[in-house]
């Protein structure tokens, strides 16, 4: 009689190479923010890395969680920093070449590092919360630490929401559509759970992880194709790039020709109901020179329109970044930018960084610091309530929903990015647009100096749009839809608590098998 010979249990082969694996996942991951055509490389990217730090977790013996989620996000946010890399010259603050390539370089590594140190304690808390199992809590508490992360980024003056993964989506307009419910953030965690569920079920070739990934993915997709926008009517624009550059804007030799561009494009269109200069389109103080009022006004009534235009503007406050509202009447509804950039419109910590970095105080626009703005003005031109922002603005998305809460049916945003020339920084910016729309479910029309300028629907699609470093003009009917948009007036609160409950599900689960394990020993002592 002969024995059955028991199968032999063949241990999964260990993922070698981690560290590196980390690296181009990380790598991999950013190319939507860098090339936004290829936005499913994040979902696959994601799935490889949440692949092997799923073996990272189930491997006893190994630790180095900070160190290699440090890896993965530095390299992640390199090549999303690197626009800085485009400002090169620095001659206007007096650096050399050498110098100046220097400073960039170091800003391109501590932005991308400062950011990295923070987003890397996603593993070891997801290992130390998951008790180092892979298992759907671990995926769950994996995504919401990484939102949790997000929103961190975004706060206070020195807040950069820049590398938010939802920004590589922005192409996807049906999976983006859910950004009207909850915002950047909630796509951002849709992209993380649908990559980590995918890497799970792969790594434990298992079904109900696959299951859940095609779910979530299945469910937004869904949402998008039947979300519907209301359109009420429309209103005709004429947007107006002049492709003015850094270098020239603030030179007074320029100052001529940067007025007879903008006066020609102009007049080159056809009659509009609106007409949308730039930030600074004219880089002379209204508050301080009448003149330029005056100019405004008559331009205003020969094409029998109103103007939106940036504008500086000084008065008893201070010198203030604006949007001013103009017809044959007169200047209006003045919108003052809130949200300044730090080191460009003005230097934090002055006493201290003015001693030791003098050189930074010279990069600011101006000589003396701007002041921001405290208000979301709503202004209203041919029919419609126009909100406003400028630059910086639109990367934040609760002033976007200031305005549309205080009435805006239309987002103007006046913006400069010729710092940046043709760097993956204004195709990042134009995202950040577009997220705006989506939230509040408003056509959002961008003018920018020299690009991108664009017109975008509620709906996240982008009308039109200007390449970076053209001159030309966008003709175009923007949607006016007044319905209300759950993220207006929700805000990310929603998702934080969800992804507060995502991080906290695994450690809650151990603590109640344990007071269930104590209940049941205490109840077995009594029999």
């Not at 209006?332 to 006493?351: C, M, Q, S, T, W």
């Not at 100096?449 to 390449?467: E, R, T």
């Amino acid at each position: 009689m002969t024995s059955e010979r028991p199968v032999p249990i063949i241990p999964a082969r260990p993922v070698r190479f981690k560290k590196t694996l980390f690296c181009l996942s990380g790598l991999i991951c950013s190319t939507p923010l860098v090339f936004p055509q290829t936005f499913p490389l994040s979902f696959l990217a994601l799935a490889f890395c949440f692949y092997v730090y799923c073996d990272l977790l189930e491997d006893k013996d190994k630790k180095g969680f900070y160190s290699k989620g440090f890896l993965f996000f530095f390299l992640y946010n390199i090549p999303i920093y690197s626009f800085f890399l485009w400002m090169h010259p620095l001659d206007f603050v007096g650096l050399s070449d050498a110098l100046s390539l220097a400073l960039l370089s170091f800003a391109v590594l501590a932005v991308s590092a400062l950011h990295a140190s923070l987003f890397a304690a996603i593993f070891p808390l997801t290992a130390l919360f998951c008790r180092r199992k892979a298992n759907i809590p671990s995926a769950l508490c994996f995504g919401g630490l990484w939102i949790v992360c997000e929103w961190t980024v975004e706060q206070g003056i020195l807040g950069f929401p820049w590398n938010r993964l939802a920004l590589g989506q922005y192409l996807f307009t049906p999976f983006i559509a859910s950004a009207s419910l909850f915002g950047s953030l909630f796509v951002s965690l849709l992209v993380v759970l649908i990559g980590a569920f995918a890497g799970l079920a792969a790594y434990k070739k298992k079904l109900v992880p696959a299951a859940v990934c095609a779910a979530i993915l299945a469910a937004d997709l869904v949402f998008g194709a039947l979300k519907t926008v209301i359109v009420e009517n429309t209103v005709s624009v004429t947007v107006v790039q002049a492709n003015v550059l850094s270098g020239q804007k603030w030179d007074e030799n320029y100052l001529d020709r940067i007025i007879d561009d903008h006066l020609a494009l102009t007049r080159s269109a056809k009659k509009a109901d609106l007409i949308l200069w730039p930030e600074t389109a004219i880089p002379v103080d209204m508050g301080t020179n009448p003149a330029l009022e005056d100019f405004y006004v008559s331009l205003s009534e020969e094409l029998g329109a109103p103007i939106l235009t940036g504008a500086l503007v000084t008065d008893e406050e201070g010198t203030k970044n604006c949007v001013a509202y103009i017809d044959s009447d007169g200047v209006f509804n003045l919108y003052a930018k809130r949200h300044l950039v730090p080191i460009g419109e003005y230097l934090p910590a002055e006493d201290l960084l003015g001693k030791l970095m003098p050189f930074l105080a010279q990069i600011n626009v101006l000589s003396d610091p701007l002041t921001p703005g405290d208000g979301a003005e709503v202004c209203e031109a041919a029919g419609v309530k126009i909100g406003s922002l400028v630059c910086f603005d639109s990367v934040f998305a609760p002033l976007a929903a200031d305005s549309a809460k205080n009435g805006a049916e239309l987002i103007f945003l006046a913006t400069n990015d010729s710092w940046y020339k043709d760097s993956p920084a204004t195709t990042q910016h134009l995202a950040q647009s577009v997220f705006r729309a989506v939230e509040n479910s408003r056509s959002v029309v961008i003018a920018a100096n020299s690009g991108i300028s664009a017109v975008i629907d509620p709906d996240g699609a982008i009308k039109a749009q200007l390449a970076p470093l053209t001159q030309g003009v966008i003709e175009q009917d923007a949607v006016i839809c007044r319905d209300a948009a759950l993220y207006t007036f929700a805000g990310d609160l929603p998702v934080l608590l969800l992804s507060a409950v995502f991080a906290a599900l695994a450690p809650a689960i151990a603590i109640t098998k344990k007071i269930r394990e104590k209940s049941s020993a205490r109840t077995l002592n009594r029999r």
